[in-house]
């Protein structure tokens, strides 16, 4: 792209600790065009990281399939990578490819020769897996097997690289004891021992995160593997720092039922002058975060590497809320202009329960965690405003039943 | 076929509660052509119900794969069926194809109309699982795939069916804790739950099955569907009262190091003359079982459904033993005619750990346990006599190395 030698228009920020003190590492980003692995990888740039970007693309075709698209225009992946080292004369690799073919998996790896990997190439979506059998079995087997691929890959190519894995807090499910990050010190008739925390998950997808999981461990001890399992709480926002230099680097903001986080779907229910839908009672908690603090979590796990066999888990959120608590926060932001509409849950799950999760690790390496207001809801809801024209609102209502093993959706 | 108005020569067992209590059932046994599949189907043929069995024939082509075959020659599953019917009268269905297959899965349910199936129909050994890359996503997929095809034919062809799904005790690995029965209540912090029992298999072969484990509890958590999950000790025996009626009814056997489990492998080695050859240390302890209290234990499911809704664990295992404890009692039934020799362990795995695990819910149901004795050793050891010209000494000693993620294996 020969933009290499243009001028640097923005400096790498100068408070940042790790451009002082820690030597630039290699990090490829899997999944490096999704709504979280494109703000990480220009996070992870921007901090002196050489970086580069892995993905088939799926997620934009995911779009075309529910004929929905992003509220927020994105520029393709060419043009992105493009635009980064326009504005900051930073070089961002790409490698366009599925991580289900083992063969380009591990001459990724032997081409960029990370020193770590933060792996987001996988499909994110609860009620995407849910849709019919074969969108059920499609998550799992791209999941897992682009999984697997990844463990051999770091094996052969090198086994120091540390696998950064995003997980999901969804992984726990809803016990109703507190949930530990990853592991449980059970004592039973008489002797104890840490064990790793029982998992009750709710959708194929989450179970997909669960079957990585235990896969990785596994990598882990048999081979000697670092790995880190971020089992992260359901992200919000859509502005970072480097994303907001130029359109061409914005990130994806999903709506619809299918790929919209509960936020972002109120926000733009709220901006669109709809009523919010809450499914069921609303009584359900979940662990929460800015996506800010996903790519300062990230960093934080590649700044402080797990060791040689370790598999550890981080709880990677800030927060808990429930989605009634959501609504009436939406609702105030508003001044009081929108109202709440409860509608059947579509899923199966506790819709009034006991939670609370445990999340110190990342706060003790150094979190510092953008918590949620009714100013930062403002500012989504300018976002959805500045695309109010985009919006589809058909696209909101659900329409995937999770007591059925197939629903309509989407452009079909 | 023809044969369903030959004389009955065989006249259903006189003791069998069932056929005086129960009405006959109509039972279809995935991966009927496999080691337990085949005596199963016939157990529960002659127990008076309603039997097909379901198999892509694929362990037959991994003996072509591996070079090796059954110590005991095995009819094919044509003549098998065939056979059945000419000794005893009785008929049972035969579907070819696989479990991957997802319009095979439900149109076979649909056309056979089951009450129950019992599905034996994965890829069952660990070492094949790690042998590569390849072989372990074959062996997750394979599994994982087939039993999300049939959980989805199930919901849709009638929730009623009752899965009774072979998994392993070796989902729970070795903790420092008493096992129980798939569930366990943890008190933590002044608080209480029943959760699922933490999983550390040790293998791809075992995390297929722990996979398995949570889409199954979720798929009846989810659609109502009946659920009995039984978590596997090792089997050995190779006789039941219905393969020895005929020579083409036999099932297999296998002892080479790839397919065959520890006290098979051990037998065939004393037979042959050669020394026990013992992973390590020997301390490695595991629940074992008799192939004709497999038979029960299965029929004991299948006259005690589960609930609509209901996932449940049954730990189907009558005793613990050690390696090492293995070994020696075939060295007693040799009369000592034999050794054992420690060789490195291919595995990684605790050599020396404490083992206890619970199995008291089919003794509840009724198991009459078979216990490991001298004299069933000898039986094996006959079995293995009659059949030593088939030996192939350079089958049984370790090929597939869980350090390395590539071994060299069989024909190859």
Redesign the interface.
């Known amino acids: 792209m020969g933009a290499m030698s243009s001028s640097l228009t923005v400096p790498a920020r100068p408070d940042d600790p790790m451009t002082a003190d820690q030597p630039a590492s290699r990090v490829l980003v899997l999944g490096g065009d999704g709504y979280l692995g494109w703000p990480t990888a220009l996070h992870l740039s921007r901090r002196g990281h050489q970086v580069g970007v892995v993905d088939s693309l799926c997620r934009r075709q995911y779009d075309v399939e529910m004929g929905v698209e992003s509220l927020v225009p994105i520029a393709t992946m060419e043009r992105r990578v493009q635009a980064w080292t326009e504005v900051t004369g930073l070089a961002i690799a790409a490698y366009v490819g599925d991580m289900t073919d083992?063969d380009f998996v591990a001459t990724t790896l032997a081409d960029f020769r990370p020193d770590a990997v933060v792996h987001f190439a996988e499909q994110r979506s609860a009620p995407y897996s849910m849709i019919d059998?074969?969108h059920?079995?499609y998550t799992?087997?791209n999941n897992?097997?682009g999984t697997?691929?990844l463990l051999?890959a770091i094996?052969?190519v090198d086994p120091d690289i540390h696998l950064v894995k995003l997980g999901t807090m969804g992984e726990y499910g809803t016990?109703?004891?507190?949930i530990?990050e990853g592991f449980?010190e059970?004592?039973?008739?008489g002797?104890?021992?840490v064990?790793?925390?029982?998992?009750?998950?709710?959708?194929?997808y989450h179970?997909s995160k669960?079957?990585d999981s235990?896969?990785i461990?596994?990598a882990a001890?048999?081979?000697g593997l670092r790995a880190t399992d971020l089992n992260q709480g359901i992200v919000y926002g859509q502005e970072t720092p480097e994303t907001t230099l130029h359109p061409d680097l914005s990130t994806r903001f999903d709506y619809d039922a299918v790929f919209g986080t509960v936020l972002n779907r109120f926000v733009v229910q709220a901006s669109a002058g709809y009523p919010l839908t809450v499914y069921g009672k609303g009584g359900q908690t979940r662990g929460m975060l800015d996506i800010r603090d996903t790519l300062a979590c990230v960093e934080l796990a590649l700044s402080n590497p797990a060791a040689a066999g370790e598999y550890r888990v981080f709880n990677q959120f800030t927060e808990s809320w429930s989605v009634m608590d959501l609504a009436q926060m939406v609702v105030r932001a508003t001044g009081d202009r929108i109202r709440i509409e409860a509608v059947p849950d579509p899923r199966?799950e506790d819709e009034d329960h006991?939670y609370r999760a445990a999340h110190t690790k990342l706060l003790d390496l150094g979190l510092m965690p953008h918590l949620l207001s009714e100013s930062l809801v403002r500012s989504l809801l300018a976002v959805a405003e500045r695309h109010a024209a985009r919006i589809v609102p058909a696209a909101i209502p659900p329409t995937v039943d999770?007591?059925r093993?197939g629903s309509r959706v989407g452009a079909a």
């Open positions: 083992p059998r074969a059920a079995v799992q087997v897992v097997v697997l691929n051999y094996a052969e016990p109703n004891i507190d530990e449980i059970i004592t039973h008739r002797r104890s021992d064990l790793p925390f029982p998992k009750q998950p709710g959708s194929f179970l669960v079957h235990h896969n461990a596994f001890r048999t081979w199966v006991y999770w007591r093993t």
